[in-house]
């Protein structure tokens, strides 16, 4: 008989078994937006969400019976582990494309038109009422919520075509000067309650603050800055942006002068306890705010060079629903004895409606009238 030959059995070779899911992205995109002369009101809702899942698994076993021993388990012999490789720093996010000076004209012939363009050139940049730059780190600071106090009670709505124009200029400029942010628009709901800007401002600050921006501009609807140059951005001391504006030919109307647009810190605003909740009807609340601010906290009135930060006013006639505040000097003379109390610590309100529009958040607030401080508290009687 033929000797047989020894057979051996060739053990398996481990192989490693994995498998993958093809990456699934589900992308969303749903764009509105209306434009309406009378009350435009503009929406959108832009999108992104994107799935992968990966699973891998290996098994490794070796059989070998023809040795006369029994067949045995052989444990995993973990990989040694690649560290990820880092990303690379990114730089901060720095302006692109600025032009300097611009021609601003408030043709309200040609707002429907103009506001579609914008529309159409700008909607890709932002989601939920938010801008944010790409591949670039955004500086503390720069993270920036524009508060604009509304009401629109005019017969023609006058105030809602000056947002929208508002919004025609402001929103490339800050896109060229590359800035993360948000305009927030607060509304006072339209009741027999005179206007509070102030408190309207005290809002915006308290729910942007919650959103996670740190830098916070209180702005009249009716500004617009006339060079891209003139960078918005915050500092640990506050600034008066609006110093130079045409309708006072581009000179300071007194020295101490705090409306129109300033730019706050967080810590500064809370710092000195907000707005005054208190001024109800026009005038004052401004100049307590100065007073809360240089007198009381101690901060320098710092402003933008003349040379960069002019302003063009959208003009208007003054409003019968604004009637001025007959109290206002009184408040004012007595501000650092309702600041104590009197701000962001008492500050009351409803939140009726919020929602997210393609370039701004819309808040719609109750401000609350019945339940004002008694003027003899606020006075120190």
């Known amino acids: 008989m033929a000797r047989e030959k020894n057979e051996m059995t060739q053990a398996l070779l481990p192989k490693e078994k994995t498998s993958h899911e093809e990456e699934d992205p589900y992308i969303s995109c749903s764009f509105r937006n209306t434009v309406l002369f009378a009350i435009v009101m503009l ?100 993270n920036i919520a524009i508060i604009i106090p509304f009401r629109d009670m005019t017969k023609d709505l006058f105030r809602t075509k000056q947002f929208l124009y508002f919004l025609y200029y402001m929103i490339p400029i800050l896109h060229r000067q590359n800035n993360h942010f948000s305009v927030y628009l607060v509304n ?10 102030a408190k309207l401002l005290n809002i915006g600050f308290e729910i942007a603050k919650k959103d996670g921006f740190d830098c916070f501009f209180f702005h009249d609807v009716d500004l617009v800055p006339e060079n891209d140059q003139n960078i918005y951005e915050c500092f640990d001391n506050p600034r008066h942006y609006s110093g130079f504006i045409d309708k006072f030919n581009y000179n300071l109307p007194y020295n101490s002068i705090f409306g129109g647009i300033t730019a706050y810190s967080a810590e500064a605003f809370d710092k000195i306890n907000g707005y005054s909740n208190e001024y109800w009807g026009w005038g004052g609340e401004d100049d307590d705010l100065e007073r809360r601010t240089i007198a009381g906290a101690k901060y320098k009135l710092l402003r933008p060079e003349a040379g960069k930060s002019h302003y063009k006013m959208i003009k208007h006639g003054h409003e019968t629903s604004n009637k001025p505040n007959p109290n206002r000097q009184k408040l004012l003379k007595a501000w650092n004895n309702h600041a104590k109390f009197d701000g962001l610590n008492s500050l009351n309100y409803e939140l009726i409606e919020r929602s997210n529009d393609l370039f701004f958040k819309n808040i719609t607030v109750d401000l609350k009238y019945s339940e004002r401080i008694p003027l003899e508290k606020l006075l120190g009687g």
Request: net charge negative; with cysteine; proline share 9%.
């Open 43 to 142: 929406g959108g809702l832009l999108y992104l969400q994107a799935m992968s899942t990966s699973e891998c698994s290996l098994s490794i076993s070796l059989v070998a019976p023809a040795f006369g021993y029994e067949s045995q388990e052989v444990a995993e012999t973990p990989e040694p582990e690649i560290p990820e490789p880092e990303e690379p720093a990114q730089d901060f996010c720095a302006p692109k494309g600025l032009v300097g000076p611009l021609a601003i004209d408030f043709d309200m012939d040609k707002l429907e038109e103009r506001f579609q363009e914008l529309s159409e050139s700008n909607k890709d940049f932002f989601e939920n009422g938010e801008h944010t730059p790409e591949n670039c780190q955004v500086q503390k600071l720069k």
């Open 188 to 197: 006072q709901v339209h009741d027999d309650s005179p206007f509070n800007r």
